[in-house]
């Protein structure tokens, strides 16, 4: 795409006019692959992509975008910004200054694979699964992949560019055995389609959902209790919240006026790292074109930052932490880069449950309070045996919950979250409630 | 937006890769929104959004891809792709090789607009939606009122393999009033939001002010209103937007998207009584300035009339092109989708009961001891294959002994479409259409729901919680 000269034509013309102006480009490459009976039988194709321009003038922001790449659409979206921001009221915003970020490609050929060969992947993900026996039905067997491209400038001065993309397997079987019926799902992620294997991802997903089969109820009770990564990333995602300096600047963050307290057990160490050799949400600047850097949030339980972009920063009078986050058709936003809760000693349970699945956390879950109520899936531990459990909701409150942590685990899992990554270990905490039969 | 030669060469590639259909779908749009709080501007943005999308049909599998690109080589290499993922070997086809005959069709402007966006600048409708703000004020109770403008403009075209080639242009406006009101204790909410496929004329049709008035009137009525009860009772539902019942649990179930796949219980029913002889329901993509209305489809077939229900007997289904193929009934011009982001589905266009013969909507409410008056209805909750619904009345009042009581909140009304259609005893003359954007398989796109009053024997109310 000509991104390089829509983006200049914006600013050239931005600048003429005197107005400050920052203008995202992002193209976005997708490929779906669904497979069926042996064979592939459902394939989307699809190419996204567009500019959208932000001008500040007078401390007034407007926003407007196009896909179209044409001078006169172009023109039209820079005169539609420059008026819908005279429009608003005075609100003392200012577009950050920045520098050369030159131009950078993460993923280099690490898709670019024969589409016969993702093609025959997804079939041999949906022909080992369904060979097990307990495999009912198959909702779904799928290859998907994304290619990302960004171009970022502005009358400020930021200039920069870059290349990413992920490929991805997942599969969401049916099991059964006798009246035991579990539906499940999981996925392998990687940067690079020859990192993924179709065998190692049936067989995870098998194990994952197959050994909830037989589940009994769980009795009522308190008991020590470990979070598989996946909830982990799960519990991360609702804390997401209140880490994200939009909702510190709006008011609505629990953890606001806390910066340098202990708000987690001292075994927590949060950070945040856009830098991350091969990190899948790796970048090496944000949205507003703010060099990325590793940004530790939580340190041996110590609350040391939130995530800020130009306006959140100013907004609360903290430092810009560099992550800004929008794409050519939204307004800015604060969004994670991969996010890791850094991997312990180790975490075991002789007597307890282990937390492998949460349920309903869009209803379940109060994001400004913490409070969670949520339905469950686990295994029953006891005297070293485990046995499957269900129909059992947990109660507690995230931030409490952060404080009674007393082992983390030795290894880590990638989620995706919150418009990145998040990587996560096992976390145990003891004597937690659980209402059940 | 499109080149011929550029059409004719990705149709005649997409046949000789083996297709046994080919549609190409361009579009572009202008759209506006301008949202404001308590007569501030919250939020001004503009878009202009351009693609095209490509469906191809082998039998009846169809594989389906998009591009922003509109470029003859981006256009080319998206029929390539396709074809080559679907591995087709097909034979190929005559009506690859040589030339195709399109027949051009385009817009006469049935639904165009007679005051165009560009004539007004973007602080006449700020000072609109500060009308609307100032109409709505009619209380201390009044806590917040937020405005909202949609503009859009799309330019489509569809030019497929069977030689059609359609341009079509749609201009829609909708302003929206969401009114907070709070007497301390309680705070309630009202809505009201007109919108046609009109331009700025709008205004000309609903004041602002009014608009603003309305949706505050009913945030009032609800902060006086007591808890509903609970209890199986006869319902007349509101004209309007009451309709939204019968679109949710009973539209749906009419669409070739689900009946094809044997996903509805009204699959197989053609000339079978399906509701009460009072039931006329029509869904109408011709209606001049409608909501949900243009001149032609999203696959390039001009829009019409389909009756679904005459005097209960179930007369048409709404077919697309896929469902068309699929079950041997004759496309009615009901292939919609968001944008090129998606392929058509059959759908909904403007729906709505036809006026009956109780003169008086006051007449419906007579005989009745004790039941409900579902003024407005609000968000709920559909089952697609069986029309199992539950909707939150979001104004209501008791009927008591045959006259409109006091105001009830948190009633919700739960049942299944097919069979609260039969359940219909009366309806009035005042049929009118309110706006929606229905959400389903191919996206959310512009639909009206309607109806006159219409009362139902009974129906079970599930009160505050």
């Avoid at chain 2, 074809?83 to 009506?95: I, K, M, Q």
């Amino acid at each position: 795409m000509n991104f390089e000269r829509a983006k200049d034509h914006v600013l050239r013309r931005a600048r003429a006019l005197g107005v400050d102006a920052e203008v995202l480009a992002t193209a976005k490459r997708e490929l779906t692959l669904a497979a069926s009976g042996g064979r592939v039988d459902e394939i989307s194709h699809a190419n996204q992509g567009g500019v959208g321009v932000r001008v500040v003038a007078d401390g007034r922001v407007g926003y407007a975008s196009s896909e179209a790449l044409d001078d006169a659409s172009l023109d039209w979206m820079l005169d539609e910004a420059i008026a819908n921001a005279r429009l608003q009221p005075a609100r003392g915003a200012a577009l950050p200054s920045g520098g050369a970020l030159g131009r950078s490609d993460l993923i280099g050929e690490g898709l670019s694979a024969a589409v016969e060969a993702k093609g025959a992947a997804v079939v041999e993900l949906e022909s080992a699964v369904v060979t097990d026996a307990r495999v009912d039905a198959l909702f779904m067997a799928r290859y998907a992949e994304t290619e990302t491209e960004a171009v970022l400038g502005s009358t400020r001065g930021v200039d920069g560019g870059y290349r990413t993309g992920y490929a991805m397997l997942m599969a969401s079987p049916v099991m059964k055995q006798g009246d035991s019926v579990k539906q499940g799902w999981d996925l392998d992620v990687a940067k690079e389609f020859h990192l993924l294997d179709p065998t190692r991802t049936s067989q995870r997903i098998l194990e994952r959902v197959g050994r909830h089969l037989g589940a009994t109820p769980l009795r009522t009770g308190r008991y020590d209790t470990m979070f598989e990564p996946d909830v982990t990333a799960t519990l991360l995602r609702l804390l997401l919240f209140s880490l994200s300096g939009k909702s510190v600047a709006e008011g609505k963050s629990r953890l606001a006026t806390r910066l340098g307290d202990r708000v987690a057990s001292d075994l927590l160490d949060l950070v945040d790292d856009p830098t991350l050799p091969d990190g899948l949400a790796s970048r090496p600047f944000d949205a507003e074109g703010t060099p990325a850097r590793r940004t530790p949030l939580i340190e041996g339980g110590v609350l040391r930052s939130f995530l800020h972009n130009s306006d959140t920063a100013r907004r609360t009078g903290q430092a810009n932490t560099g992550h800004a986050q929008r794409s050519y058709a939204s307004t800015l936003g604060v969004a994670p880069s991969n996010l890791i809760l850094e991997a312990g000693s180790g975490a075991s349970l002789d007597d307890g449950v282990i937390v492998t699945d949460l349920m309903g956390v869009h209803a379940g879950a109060n994001p400004i309070t913490g409070d969670v109520s949520l339905q469950g899936l686990g295994l029953r531990v006891e005297d070293g045996e485990s046995r499957p459990v269900e129909n059992f909701a947990l109660s507690f409150n995230l931030f409490d919950l952060l404080e009674r942590v007393n082992a983390v685990g030795e290894s880590l899992e990638w989620r995706p979250g919150g418009e990145g990554m998040i990587a996560a270990p096992t976390l145990r905490v003891d004597a937690l409630s659980f209402a059940g039969a | 937006m499109l080149h011929t030669a550029t059409a004719e060469s990705v149709l005649a590639a997409a046949r000789r890769g083996g297709a046994d259909f080919a549609e190409l779908y361009v579009e572009r749009w202008r759209r506006r929104t301008l949202r404001t709080i308590d007569g501030e501007v919250e939020e001004a943005v503009s878009a202009i959004e351009q693609g095209a999308g490509l469906r191809l049909f082998f039998g009846t599998d169809v594989v389906y891809a998009y591009t922003n690109d509109l470029g003859d080589e981006a256009l080319n290499e998206l029929t390539q792709t396709l074809v080559r993922l679907r591995g087709a070997r097909g034979a190929v086809d005559a009506g690859g090789a040589g030339g195709l005959d399109l027949r051009r069709r385009a817009a006469a402007g049935v639904h165009a607009p007679s005051v165009a966006f560009e004539s007004l600048p973007k602080a006449w409708r700020l000072d609109r939606l500060r009308e609307l703000d100032a109409g709505a004020r009619v209380d201390a109770s009044i806590r917040q009122v937020e405005g909202r403008l949609l503009e859009w403009e799309q330019d489509v075209t569809v030019v497929n393999s069977e030689g059609t080639w359609v341009d079509d242009r749609r201009v829609r406006t909708r302003c929206a009033a969401v009114v907070i009101a709070s007497d301390g204790d309680q705070t309630q909410t009202g809505h009201f939001g007109p919108g046609l496929s009109v331009g700025l004329e709008l205004f000309e049709r609903f004041a602002p002010a009014a608009i603003g008035e309305r949706a505050a009137r009913q945030a009032l009525v609800n902060l006086r209103a007591r808890p509903a009860p609970a209890g199986t009772m006869p319902v007349v539902l509101g004209n309007g937007f009451g309709g939204v019942i019968f679109h949710e649990a009973l539209g749906h179930l009419v669409e070739t998207t689900s009946v094809a796949r044997r996903a509805s219980v009204l699959t197989d029913k053609l000339g079978e009584q399906i509701a009460s002889p009072q039931v006329t329901y029509v869904d109408d993509g011709t209606t001049p300035h409608g909501w949900g209305s243009s001149e032609f489809d999203d696959e390039g077939m001009a829009t019409e009339r389909t009756v679904l229900i005459d005097r209960g007997v179930l007369t048409s289904y709404m077919v697309d092109r896929w469902g068309s193929l699929k079950t041997g009934y004759a496309r009615t011009g009901s292939g919609r989708r968001e944008n090129y982001t998606f392929a058509p589905t059959s759908r909904m266009r403007n729906t709505f009961i036809l006026p009956g013969d109780v003169e008086e909507p006051a007449e419906l409410f007579a005989g009745i001891e004790l039941g409900l008056y579902a003024k407005a209805l609000g968000g709920g909750q559909v089952r697609p294959g069986s029309g199992e619904y539950n909707f939150a009345v979001q104004e209501g009042y008791l009927i008591r002994d045959g006259e409109v009581a006091e105001p009830v909140r948190g009633a919700m009304l739960v049942g299944k479409g097919p069979e609260t259609i039969k359940l219909v005893d009366a309806v009035a003359r005042d049929l009118t259409t309110e706006p929606g954007m229905c959400g389903s398989m191919s996206g959310s796109i512009p639909a009206e729901v309607g109806q006159p009053h219409v009362r139902v024997t009974q129906i079970v109310v599930g009160g505050e919680a």
